[in-house]
């Protein structure tokens, strides 16, 4: 059964960085398109970056220059570095990925999310 499990949320000063990675899990045959996105309390989930298969991303104007998306093919993972942290970037951050699953899933593709990481930043 594929999973994917983040890391690397916590507690920063506004100004500060963190660095969240996310790492697929089990029976992975493909991975196309991975993501970041975040939610904060009372608001709907949204985007905040992706990466394509190709290395190809996109990122959300609020976050563009401030964050870099990147991944590592080797460890089916990917990383969100996120620098200039601002009070509004707390939320919690979930990872998303498009994912082709191994034979005893019948290479079936889908949609996956991970269980979400907190990213508080203070003022």
């Known amino acids: 059964q594929v999973q994917l499990r983040e890391s690397g949320g916590g507690l920063v000063q506004a100004g500060g960085s963190l660095r969240l990675s996310c790492a697929a899990s089990?029976?992975?045959?493909?991975?196309?398109?991975m993501g970041w996105y975040r939610q904060a309390p009372g608001e709907q989930r949204e985007v905040v970056a992706f990466i394509h298969s190709r290395g190809s991303s996109n990122y959300a104007d609020s976050v563009k220059g401030r964050f870099t998306i990147s991944r590592d093919y080797a460890k089916n993972a990917v990383n969100l570095q996120m620098n200039s942290l601002k009070p509004e970037d707390t939320a919690v951050y979930y990872c998303n990925a498009d994912i082709v699953a191994g034979p005893d899933s019948g290479y079936s593709r889908r949609e996956y999310w991970g269980q979400g990481t907190q990213v508080t930043v203070s003022s």
């Open positions: 089990g029976s992975v045959f493909s991975i196309n398109t």
